[in-house]
């Protein structure tokens, strides 16, 4: 990471809630929660958002919504 300057990056409440809006408006079906909710030490809003919405919304969904450069689809 560091010879490329590159940082690393933590799904944050926000981007949860964000992307579990995507996933709804797009069709796809819901991935339910399994397991215990552990809190993230870099959000404490994340645990609670997912028992909210209680569905599994992955990374790789903000490629696209968060506009990486060249990603297209996931």
Partial sequence: MGRYGAEPWHMGAADYEYLGMRAELD?????????????????????????VLGSAVYEEAGLICFGRPGVTEV
Avoid: F, I
Avoid at 28 to 50: C, H, R, S
């Fill in 27 to 51: 069709g796809t079906p819901p991935l339910p929660l399994m397991g215990t909710l552990v809190e993230a030490t870099w959000d404490a809003e994340l645990a609670p958002a997912m028992e």
